[in-house]
Nanobody, 116 residues
Framework: QVQFVESGGGLVQPGGSLRLSCAASGIVFTFHAMGWYRQAPGKQSELVAVISSEGTINYADSVKGRFTVSRENAQNRVSLHMNGLKPEDAAVYYC??????????WGQGTQVTVST
């Protein structure tokens, strides 16, 4: 029901920055929250950041002070500005949307690699 277009992943050196963007469309219900999950090899999926339609923002403790999540374009697009990237941030990042009716949806993911 939900289509995601994710972009911005890539390779960056430790201490560098990346910006991830996600546009969601193709659903009937409104987006109540959007954000990003990530999953590294051998680790469980982690909610990185989420922003609600009311503007409430939650971050994983590991990214507080370094990552910033925002919603754009009539609240159907979410961006994640990642600064001060660390090797432990390397993962596949998945766009996330919670829609009216309580449904949860994830994108295909974009690879973020942090390496020298």
């Amino acid at each position: 029901q939900v289509q995601f277009v994710e972009s911005g992943g890539g390779l960056v050196q430790p201490g560098g920055s990346l910006r991830l963007s996600c546009a969601a469309s193709g659903i009937v219900f409104t987006f109540h929250a959007m954000g990003w999950y990530r999953q590294a090899p051998g680790k469980q999926s982690e909610l990185v950041a989420v922003i609600s339609s009311e503007g409430t923002i939650n971050y994983a403790d590991s990214v507080k002070g370094r990552f910033t999540v925002s919603r754009e374009n009539a609240q159907n697009r979410v961006s994640l500005h990642m600064n001060g990237l660390k090797p432990e941030d390397a993962a596949v990042y998945y766009c996330y949307a919670r829609c009216g009716g309580g449904s949860e949806n994830w994108g295909q993911g974009t690879q973020v690699t942090v390496s020298t």
